[in-house]
């Protein structure tokens, strides 16, 4: 079972068998959470940090760092080598957006997206 979701999870480009070991050793629920609960126990679901009318920067933070660092790489390298990704990228560029901020919302699309392939296989 284990083999069966390490094999779906290394199809997508930019995914390579040290990320799919962190995130199937650090997050063994994946595939059974939604959207929102993947995004945010891997730790980049984005926070506000507001108070009345003040409203201060979006941030990420908790969840779980390990599997949050394989997502970082698995998404550096996806933004160069997965065609997906790399659009999605250039969009948020184009957009504005800082390239930290860019990779970080690739990070999220991506633990969303392997969690949906991981659905199927959820028990």
């Known amino acids: 079972m284990l083999q069966n979701k390490a094999r779906a999870l290394q199809q997508v480009a930019g995914v390579g068998p040290k990320t799919?070991?962190?995130l199937l050793a650090e997050m063994p629920e994946l595939g059974a959470l939604n959207r929102g609960q993947a995004a945010a126990?891997?730790?980049v679901a984005p926070h506000a940090r507001e108070s009345g009318r003040w409203q201060g920067k979006r941030f990420?933070?908790?969840g779980r760092p390990l599997a949050r660092k394989a997502l970082y790489m698995a998404a550096l390298v996806g933004?160069?080598?997965n065609s997906f990704l790399k659009a999605r990228y250039q969009h948020l560029i184009a957009r504005g957006k800082a390239p930290k901020v860019a990779l970080v919302a690739l990070m999220r699309h991506l633990i969303i997206l392997l969690n949906g392939i991981l659905k199927p296989l959820a028990t």
Do not use: D, F, R, W
Request: no cysteine; charged share 0%.
């Open 20 to 22: 799919v070991v962190s």
């Open 41 to 43: 126990l891997a730790g």
């Open 60 to 62: 990420i933070g908790g």
């Open 79 to 81: 933004s160069h080598h």
